[in-house]
């Protein structure tokens, strides 16, 4: 693989009709352009390089929240710069990955599969939808207070890798003309960046954002080091990778281990003590899922005490409650 930054296009070889009709293409305003970048790529960016440290350091929840956070970013950036709005999504990567395909089509991969280069045993081939289900599932918003727990192997950080790389590369107008370069003898057919990038897969153009800079840099620092080791997508060809730890993780829910299991048991005292942690928790900390159209963890917790107290004839107590942690606001 050339070193991104350091591809040149010949233009003169680039042929190529546009894929859509005039009439769907978009043209972005200096403006917009600096709007998307500086709020959606930017800040992506930082996140994604954060959960690259993140994963190097098993700091886990934060890995897979920042994971989610930042591929939300990007996708909405690949949305808004192809004439689409990025409202109404949440964070919710997996419909947003869904409506960015619409668009990308064959520029997606449609497996994520070990790259050559990556000397690393632990690897499962997945298509990204699949993968994106499993970030979401464990890095989701409200993951972020290990509300169910996570599970994560090593591989999750390479296949997030290759996802941003395909990504990121459709932060751009896919199917607006491109004027060719001055100088050359002949001008080319008119072509778009999704000609381009579907002609040369490994090409990503420089966004002049945190994750470039790192990228470009002759130094290594720590940043730069959490950036691109191991990262085969990003990573120049003389950049010297160090061995990573492999295997996998994961937590169990204090939800689980303090409130539901408790509450399966046979013994009164043990599904007391199930109880009132639950009352208190319900009572103090705003608990995802208690609404009925989308049930969470608050219902299932709730169904759970209600089952235990007709189960074991428990009666039911008031909560206690105390000054709310609002640790869980929004």
């Not at 778009?192 to 420089?206: I, M, V």
């Not at 928790?281 to 963890?297: C, S």
Request: hydrophobic residues 40%; positive net charge; glycine residues 6%.
């Amino acid at each position: 693989m050339l070193p991104p930054l350091l591809v040149f296009y010949d233009l003169r070889r680039i042929v190529g009709k546009l894929s859509m009709p005039a009439k769907q293409m978009t043209r972005v305003s200096s403006s917009q352009a600096s709007l998307i970048d500086e709020i959606f790529v930017r800040t992506a960016d930082e996140n994604y390089i954060t959960a690259r440290w993140c994963a190097i350091n098993q700091l886990n929840t934060d890995f897979l929240w920042l994971g989610v956070h930042a591929l939300e970013k990007y996708l909405k950036a690949v949305l808004l710069y192809n004439g689409r709005s990025a409202k109404g999504y949440g964070h919710d990567i997996v419909r947003l990955y869904k409506d960015v395909k619409k668009i990308a089509g064959k520029l997606l991969p449609k497996v994520l599969a070990k790259p050559a280069n990556l000397k690393f045993a632990y690897w499962v081939d997945c298509k990204p939808e699949d993968f994106l289900e499993h970030l979401h599932r464990n890095g989701n918003a409200d993951n972020r207070y290990l509300i169910y727990g996570y599970a994560t192997r090593s591989d999750d950080l390479h296949k997030l890798d290759a996802l941003v790389f395909a990504i990121r590369r459709l932060i751009c107008s896919l199917d607006e003309p491109q004027a060719p370069l001055r100088g050359l003898p002949q001008a080319p057919p008119p072509f778009t960046y999704r000609t381009l990038l579907l002609r040369q897969p490994e090409l990503f153009r420089p966004l002049f954002m945190p994750l470039d800079d790192l990228i470009s840099k002759k130094t290594d620092n720590p940043r730069r080091a959490a950036a691109l080791n191991l990262n085969m997508p990003f990573a120049p060809r003389n950049f010297v990778h160090t061995p990573m730890r492999g295997g996998s993780a994961s937590r169990v829910p204090v939800i689980l281990r303090r409130i539901l299991d408790p509450l399966k048991r046979d013994d009164p005292r043990d599904a007391e003590e199930g109880i009132e942690a639950a009352v208190w928790l319900l009572a103090n900390v705003q608990v995802p899922g208690d609404d009925k159209k989308n049930p969470g963890a608050a219902a299932e917790i709730k169904h759970a005490v209600t089952a235990t107290r007709l189960r074991l004839g428990l009666p039911a107590k008031k909560a206690k409650r105390s000054a709310s942690c609002g640790c869980h606001g929004r």
